[in-house]
Nanobody, 115 residues
Framework: QVQFVESGGGSVQSGGSLRLSCAASRRIFTPFDMAWYRQVPGKQRELVARIGGNGATNYGDSVKGRFTISRDTAKNTVDLQMNSLKPEDTAVYYC?????????WGQGTQVFVSS
């Protein structure tokens, strides 16, 4: 059984930065595509950024130019650098494969951005 563990969330003011990190309980990242997702209460989980096994990246329109996803296959981690944060980025952030596997969801990490 694989479990993802997310960390790095917190409270920041608008315009601030945070770096999230995702670790897996065992090596599964390669060759899977990985993604960061986020969810706010009452809304569906949203894909924020994805990274392929070859390092190719893709971002949701709302975070393009502000967020950067990266992976370290040696450390078995996937990070999300978030800059120029906005109040609408407030959410619980999760990582998972693409497509997501229900059993892999972790607890997520809370990000709160104040105006």
């Amino acid at each position: 059984q694989v479990q993802f563990v997310e960390s790095g969330g917190g409270s920041v003011q608008s315009g601030g930065s945070l770096r999230l990190s995702c670790a897996a309980s065992r090596r599964i990242f390669t060759p899977f595509d990985m993604a960061w997702y986020r969810q706010v209460p009452g809304k569906q989980r949203e894909l924020v950024a994805r990274i392929g096994g070859n390092g190719a990246t893709n971002y949701g329109d709302s975070v393009k130019g502000r967020f950067t996803i990266s992976r370290d296959t040696a450390k078995n981690t996937v990070d999300l650098q978030m800059n120029s944060l906005k109040p609408e980025d407030t959410a619980v952030y999760y990582c998972n494969t693409i497509p997501s596997v229900p059993d892999y969801w972790g607890q997520g990490t809370q990000v709160f951005v104040s105006s």
